[in-house]
């Protein structure tokens, strides 16, 4: 089993930054896909960002925005949020798993809010 926690999320103005953590724990390994998803209200979860290995993918709705990376000495992946806007408001779900979209392990979740 892998647990997942992530942190960072909160509210912020439109137009400002934030960094999404998420720790790792259990049976961890750098060869899992790590990923991040969202799903705000009344919407479909949707992946954001993940990576593998030395290789990223982004949702074409942040891709310039947002960057995902990984550290895998302490096991824990990031999600760089730049130039947000009030429609990436949503729960941001953290997840492992062995392939894209990677959907074996998932956090509890971390609200992100960007005000107008």
């Known amino acids: 089993q892998v647990q997942l926690v992530e942190s960072g999320g909160g509210l912020v103005q439109a137009g400002g930054s934030l960094r999404l953590s998420c720790a790792a724990s259990?049976?961890?390994?750098?060869?899992?896909?790590m990923g991040w998803f969202r799903r705000a209200p009344g919407k479909e979860r949707e992946l954001v960002a993940a990576?593998?290995?030395?290789?990223?993918y982004s949702a074409g709705s942040v891709k310039g925005r947002f960057t995902i990376s990984r550290d895998n000495a302490k096991s824990t992946v990031y999600l760089q949020m730049n130039s947000l806007k009030p429609e990436d408001t949503a729960v941001y779900y953290c997840?492992?798993?062995?392939?894209?979209?990677?959907?074996?392990?998932w956090g509890q979740g971390t609200q992100v809010t960007v005000s107008s």
């Open positions: 997840s492992a798993g062995t392939q894209i979209p990677p959907i074996d392990y």
């Open positions: 259990g049976r961890t390994s750098s060869s899992y896909v």
């Open positions: 990576i593998s290995g030395g290789r990223t």
